[in-house]
């Protein structure tokens, strides 16, 4: 079992910038593929990042792409999204997800959730 718990999230100006945590505990992290997804209201949930075991493989949704970096820190058991020039459109409840498995896969098992955090960006 892997526990998973977000903060950071918040309202923000179009813009403007906002980095996410997620910490994790119950499973060797370092084992872990995390991801980034995030639902907006009405819309289905999407991967926005993901990234292996050692942080040299890292995903990104194209509308994120040179905006948001996924990164972790194996000896504090967390990965964070830091995500720069904000838009309305990224406005969503983001959530933390772990693939057992430690390296990017063509069809990952996102198997443990957080309980997410809100994102909102006015205009």
């Known amino acids: 079992q892997v526990q998973l718990v977000e903060s950071g999230g918040g309202l923000v100006q179009a813009g403007g910038s906002l980095r996410l945590s997620c910490a994790a505990s119950?499973?060797?992290?370092?084992?872990?593929?995390m991801g980034w997804f995030r639902q907006a209201p009405g819309k289905e949930r999407e991967l926005v990042a993901a990234i292996s075991w050692d942080g040299n493989s890292r995903y990104y949704v194209d509308s994120v792409k040179g905006r948001f970096t996924i990164s972790r820190d194996n000896a504090k058991n967390t990965v964070y999204l830091q995500m720069n020039s904000l838009k309305v459109e990224d406005t969503a409840v983001y959530y933390c997800?772990?693939?057992?498995?430690?390296?990017?896969?063509?069809?990952?098992?996102?198997?443990?959730w957080g309980q997410g955090t809100q994102v909102t960006v006015s205009s």
């Open positions: 997800a772990a693939d057992p498995f430690p390296i990017l896969r063509d069809h990952p098992r996102y198997d443990y």
């Open positions: 119950g499973r060797a992290f370092s084992n872990l593929v």
